[in-house]
């Protein structure tokens, strides 16, 4: 009796134990961005350039400005590891800039599984392969933009992600030092706006530059087909740039709000707005910047398309990672909003750099009824 009497002690001691014990943390998550949908694998390299005609215009005492570029391109073969989305330091100073992430763990950001190898062998291709800039919003990464680059190098574009440096919240340098934002501290401003537009011009052009310079990327690179894509302040940065520059031949402005709301040239070359539904035409909204905007593209193909339950992330990686991270859902699943996107865009390009027919680009279509056209 007395040995079943301790038994019960012992057993009822382990089941408080347990009753007490902390509930086990659940594992940190592990963002994903979608897979790219087109037939050829994709490699990423990183460049680090240094334009010593001119002192950063952020911060003048640095008498240079320093950029850092990513490249995405057709590659042989799906070989060596995946590429890294963000550096541990830029995902926690992303991170840790959102209140309600602060129970995230700081470089859960960096671990985003992308699907571009780091590296890998570049597929040549006679006569270089397109050209497409990628330019992302105001005090967002590059790396912001992948689900993007991946989509069009799998679809035989080689992809240029600029980091402007200053207009990030956290850029990382291959010698280890990160620099944080800088600029338009005072706020958007229509100075700040026509700053930042010709500080992204100069940006862009001294890389095209470099590329066309360069022995590795000069074979790469077709330079007779380049575009510009670019997502809110990018976007309006590649409208203004378009009619300025002697290389872009095309560009879309996703969800970008103009500022300055007119360009100095009108736009001839063929040009794409896609928006949220606050970009309508006389939608009531604060921002009548497309209104203004849109009378002075004046090129024979233009398109101006919103998307219904887009918002201003709906555009980039942001629509599929702040869900994962606990943020919430956009009106329009994250997915859906990036097939969209990658949809249209791709046509876009195929149009206009590759001279492929898309009637996609001529109406609206039953296939994506949830971008209507103006």
């Known amino acids: 009796m007395r040995k079943t009497l301790a038994a019960t002690v012992l057993a009822l001691s382990a089941s408080l134990t347990v009753l007490a014990a902390p509930p086990a943390q659940a594992a940190p998550p592990v963002p994903r961005l979608p897979a790219p949908t087109g037939d050829l694998p994709v490699g990423k390299t990183d460049l680090h350039l240094i334009d010593t005609s001119r002192p950063d ?13 990513s490249i995405w391109y057709p590659a042989r073969a799906a070989t060596g590891a995946p590429a890294r989305y963000l550096t541990p330091r830029e995902s926690e100073l992303i991170i840790r800039s959102e209140p309600r992430l602060k129970d995230v763990p700081a470089d859960t950001l960096a671990k985003t599984v992308t699907h571009a ?36 190098a799998s679809r035989g574009y080689l992809v240029a992600g600029i980091e402007h440096t200053y207009e990030s919240l956290a850029t990382t340098f291959p010698d280890g030092r990160t620099v944080t934002f800088e600029a338009g501290k005072a706020g958007q401003t229509a100075e700040t706006g026509e ?30 087909r380049i575009a510009m894509v670019g997502h809110s302040v990018g976007g309006q940065s590649a409208a203004h740039l378009l009619p300025a520059s002697r290389r872009v031949q095309a560009a879309v402005n996703l969800d970008g709000t103009y500022n300055p709301p007119t360009p100095a040239k009108p736009l001839k070359e063929p040009f794409m707005m896609i928006g949220n539904p606050r970009h309508q035409p006389q939608s009531g ?3 009548g910047s497309w209104d203004q905007f849109w009378p002075h593209v004046t090129g024979g193909w233009k398109r101006w398309l919103t998307v219904t339950g887009a918002e201003h992330m709906s555009f980039m990686d942001y629509a599929v990672l702040l869900p994962q991270l606990g943020l919430g859902e956009f009106p329009l699943d994250g997915e859906r909003a990036l097939r969209v996107t990658r949809t249209y865009v791709t046509a876009f390009l195929d149009l206009h750099l590759k001279g492929k027919p898309q009637p996609l680009l001529d109406g609206p279509s039953e296939s994506y009824p949830e971008v209507r056209f103006w």
Not at 139 to 150: D, F, G, H, K
């Open 117 to 152: 190898r780091a590296g890998a062998p570049a597929l040549p291709r006679k006569g270089g392969w397109p050209l497409v800039v990628l330019s992302p919003g105001m005090t967002l990464p590059r790396a912001t933009m992948t689900s993007l680059a991946e989509e069009f």
């Open 195 to 224: 700053k930042v537009a010709r500080v992204r011009e100069a940006d862009t052009e001294f890389v095209l530059d470099r590329l066309a310079r360069s022995k590795h990327w000069k074979r790469l690179v077709d330079e007779r």
């Open 285 to 287: 909204g604060k921002d």
């Open 57 to 69: 215009p952020w911060v003048p005492e640095r008498k240079a400005r320093e950029l850092m570029v």
